[in-house]
């Protein structure tokens, strides 16, 4: 899977390429079977420069009739656990691998991960985080490249090119199990920590070595 071409750029190159740019491409999406049982597409939301991205699986039975990732029992569990990191809902970002609802919350096939991953590429690229929350398998799974389960990735930092990224559990289902949720709440205050100690990375330049970095981007189907 290469870069997908966004009209107007050559480079993609970190914060080049605006997050409408990337919705505008995405469109009326028809590239898997998902469009047929969606309501609406769920592109993601929040600030375009956070520093934080959080990564979900797939959006909901909320989050497709309403249009926005995290807005049901988990969305409240997350807004409820951001301040333990020192983050608001406002100033972070959230996009889920697909964009659309798998039936009856399935699991994401490979074919439907291979097609839409590109874009969560492309918005990482456009938002440039300087740390990446991938929460529950499926997102751990993509962006880190690995099939090692949550539970022995979780409570640590990992450094992936640019970014640190940080595995948790979904807060889901984290909702469903009281174990979960206070060791995902350890892994915020863990993410609390490290923000506190570690200034704002700088801001990238297109031409600049930082745009070498995005190699490190997630590809699906490696
Ligand atoms: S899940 Fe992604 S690839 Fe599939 S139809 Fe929706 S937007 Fe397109």
């Not at 979904?170 to 979960?180: E, G, K, Q, S, T």
Request: include cysteine; glycine fraction near 8%.
């Amino acid at each position: 899977m290469g870069v997908m071409h966004i009209p107007g750029h050559t480079h993609q190159a970190p914060r080049e390429v605006r997050l409408d740019e990337i919705r505008a491409v995405l469109g009326d999406c028809r590239l898997c079977e998902l469009c047929q049982t969606r309501t609406n597409i769920v592109f993601g939301v929040g600030d375009p420069r956070a520093r934080v991205m959080f990564v979900g699986e797939a959006p909901g039975r909320n989050e497709d009739l309403q249009g926005e990732p995290f807005v049901g029992r988990a969305g409240e569990n997350l807004n409820s656990i951001l301040s333990l990191a020192g983050l608001t809902r406002e100033e972070i970002y959230i996009a889920n691998v697909l964009k659309c609802r798998p039936p009856g919350n399935r699991d994401p096939k490979a074919d439907e991960v291979l097609a839409c991953a590109p874009f969560l590429r492309e918005q990482i690229r456009s938002i440039w985080p300087d740390v990446i929350v991938t929460m529950g398998n499926p997102a751990t799974h993509f962006v880190l490249k690995t099939e090692v389960g949550i539970t022995r990735l979780r409570g640590r930092l990992h450094q992936m090119g640019h970014f640190i990224v940080m595995p948790t559990f979904h807060p889901a289902a984290a909702l469903r199990n009281p174990a979960w949720q206070k060791l995902l709440e350890d892994d915020f205050r863990m993410l609390g920590d490290y923000l506190e100690r570690h200034p704002a990375a700088p801001v990238p330049s297109a031409q600049g070595p930082v745009a070498q970095e995005s190699d490190a981007l997630p590809t699906a189907g490696e």
